[in-house]
C-alpha cells in the first residue's frame, strides 16, 4: 500500500505549516518511492480559492493532501492526488481495485464519451513492473508460487518472463533446501539469500523502528524478512506474492494439535483472523513496505476467505490416528498425483514457523545476544519499569527497550498486543494444555510430542 496522509481543517495554512506536511509525509516515503512531494512540482489552480497542487500534495485552504506512491501498474502515469475535470473532488487512494476491469465497463455504459487517462489500477497478478513470490519452501507459500506458475504458463501473465521467486535463510536452513526444491519443481527463476546472525541482529534497530511492535516472534520472523526485502528491490522488484493468511485460516499452527473441539478449534481460527493486522499482516506489510516493496496475500482474499472459514471445523482438526496433519484438507486439495502441484515431501512438510525455517540458530542468536545485554536484575524490575505487558525473558526485555526508544510515548506501547503465547497461539488457547503454564518462548519448537525439532525440555 502507498504511503497517505491528510491533515484537514488545520489551524494553520501557512507556507510554514505546507512546509510541515511535507516533512511528514517524506517520513512514510519507503512506502512510496516512485512519486512524492518533493519528486515534482507544478502549480495548477483549483476551482475554490486557496487551492493549490504540487505533485504529491494538495492544499486547500486549511485542509492537505499528500500521497507516496509505489507504482505496481502504469507507473508512467497515474501520480496522485487524483482530480475530477473541474478540481472539486480530490481523492488519494491505494491503487488495489480488484474489480477494475467491472466496473470499467459499468462506468462507459453510464458515462458514453468518458475516457480513462491511465491504467493504473491492479489484481493479485498484474503487475507492469517485474514481480515474483516470497517462497520459504513450506506448504503456503509453495502452493502460492505453484498456483502463480501455472496461471503465468496458462495465460501468458508476465511480461518478464519465468516466476521469480525468493527465498532467505542461515546457511543450511531447512526453508533454503525446501525452497530450492519447490523452485527446481516449478522451474521458477530462483533467487536465494543468506544471511549471518550478526547481520540479522545488526539490523533489529531498523526493523522495530519500521514494523511498529516488540512483539518477539513478529520481530523474529521481519527481520529476515526485512534483509530479504532490501536485496527483492536491488534486483529491481517491486511486488511480490506472499503465503500469509492460511495459518490462521486453517488452523495450521502446531498448537492445534491441541484444540479441545471443534467449537474451540473455530473460535481459535476467528481470533487469529481478526489479529493478522497485529501479527503476521504487520510484518508482511512493513517488512516489505520498509524498502518501496509491496507484498500481496492471495489466502486473505474476501471470496477464499468466505469459503474457508465456511468449511466445518471438524474437517479442519487435526488427528494423527486418521493421518491427519495440519491443514490436512487443504494439502488433500491439491493432493493431485496425476498432475502435482508440489513434491510429495513438500505438500505433507510439518509446519515451520518463518522465524524457525529460517534456521534453528537464528532464535538460538537472539537470545543469547538478549543475554549479553540484559541483566537479571533488569529483568526483575521489568513490571516497575514496564507494569503493562511486561516482558518474561530476556529477549522481549530487549525489544522493548529499543521500541521506546523509537516510540516513548505510552500510547504507542498499548498498542502492541500481549499475554501468553504458545507457538503463535493466543492467550485463550495457551489454556488448552496444562503443561503450556509457564511456557516463555512463542517457538514452534516449544511444543514437545508435536514439532520434530522441539527444544530439549520443551513441554508436550
Known amino acids: 500500500m502507498c504511503g497517505i496522509l491528510a491533515c484537514l481543517f488545520s489551524t494553520d495554512d501557512s507556507p510554514a505549516m505546507r512546509a510541515r506536511v511535507l516533512a511528514l ?12 512531494s518533493s519528486s515534482s512540482s507544478s502549480s495548477s489552480s483549483g476551482s475554490g480559492s486557496g487551492s493549490s497542487s504540487q505533485s504529491g500534495l494538495h492544499q486547500w485552504q486549511n485542509s492537505f493532501l499528500a500521497h507516496e506512491r509505489l507504482a505496481i501498474i502504469d507507473p508512467a502515469s497515474g501520480d496522485q492526488p487524483l482530480f475530477n475535470e473541474d478540481k472539486t473532488i480530490v481523492v488519494a487512494v491505494n491503487g488495489e481495485i480488484y474489480n477494475h ?45 505453484s498456483i502463480a506458475a501455472r496461471k503465468i504458463a496458462r495465460d501468458g501473465d508476465s511480461k518478464w518472463g519465468k516466476l521469480h521467486s525468493f527465498c532467505i535463510g542461515l546457511e543450511g536452513s531447512p526453508d533454503l533446501a525446501a525452497a530450492r526444491g519447490v523452485a527446481s519443481f516449478l522451474g521458477t527463476d530462483h533467487h ?69 473441539n471443534r467449537e474451540e478449534f473455530f473460535q481459535e481460527t476467528v481470533r487469529k483472523v481478526q ?3 497485529q501479527f503476521d499482516c504487520l510484518r508482511a506489510n512493513k517488512s516489505t513496505m520498509a524498502w518501496g516493496v509491496e507484498a500481496r496475500v492471495p489466502f486473505l482474499d474476501r471470496a477464499f476467505l468466505d469459503t474457508a472459514m465456511a468449511i466445518d471445523p471438524a474437517e479442519k482438526m487435526i488427528d494423527r490416528s486418521k493421518g491427519r496433519i495440519e491443514k490436512w484438507i487443504l494439502r488433500k486439495a491439491f493432493d493431485t498425483p496425476e498432475r502435482p502441484y508440489l513434491p510429495e515431501a513438500v505438500l505433507w512438510r510439518q ?10 540458530s537464528w532464535i538460538d542468536g537472539l537470545k543469547a545476544h538478549a543475554e549479553e545485554l540484559v541483566s537479571d536484575q533488569q529483568l526483575a524490575a521489568a513490571q ?77
Not at 351 to 360: A, H, L, N, P, R
Request: charged share 25%.
Open 351 to 360: 509446519k515451520e514457523q518463518f522465524s524457525d525455517g529460517v534456521g534453528y
Open 192 to 260: 536465494e539469500f543468506t544471511f549471518t546472525v550478526q547481520e540479522g541482529i545488526d539490523a533489529i534497530g531498523d526493523v522495530i523502528a519500521h514494523i511498529e511492535t516488540y512483539d518477539v516472534t513478529t520481530i523474529r520472523a521481519s527481520t529476515p524478512m526485512f534483509l530479504m526485502s532490501r536485496k527483492i528491490k536491488a534486483l529491481g522488484v517491486k511486488m511480490v506474492l506472499s503465503g500469509e493468511g492460511s495459518d490462521e485460516v486453517f488452523g495450521g499452527y502446531l498448537y492445534f494439535h491441541k484444540a479441545p
Open 25 to 36: 509525509s517524506r517520513r512514510q516515503r519507503h512506502r512510496g518511492p516512485d512519486c512524492s
Open 101 to 145: 476491469v467491472e466496473l470499467k465497463k459499468g462506468i462507459k455504459a453510464r458515462h458514453p464519451g468518458k475516457k480513462f487517462r491511465t491504467e493504473s489500477d491492479c489484481e493479485r497478478m498484474m503487475s507492469d513492473v517485474p514481480f515474483g513470490v516470497l517462497l520459504s519452501g513450506g506448504l503456503d507459500s509453495s502452493l502460492v508460487a
Open 384 to 460: 516497575h519499569r514496564y507494569p503493562d505487558n511486561t516482558p518474561r525473558t530476556k529477549e522481549a526485555y530487549l525489544y522493548r527497550t529499543v521500541f521506546e526508544g523509537h516510540f516513548p510515548q505510552k500510547a504507542a506501547a498499548d498498542t502492541v498486543p500481549g499475554g501468553p503465547s504458545v507457538a503463535c497461539s493466543t492467550a485463550t488457547a495457551a489454556l488448552w494444555d496444562a503443561a503450556w503454564a509457564g511456557q516463555e518462548d512463542p517457538s514452534g519448537r516449544a511444543v514437545a510430542g508435536v514439532h520434530d525439532s522441539a527444544y530439549a525440555g520443551a513441554k508436550a
Open 275 to 277: 489479529a493478522l493486522y
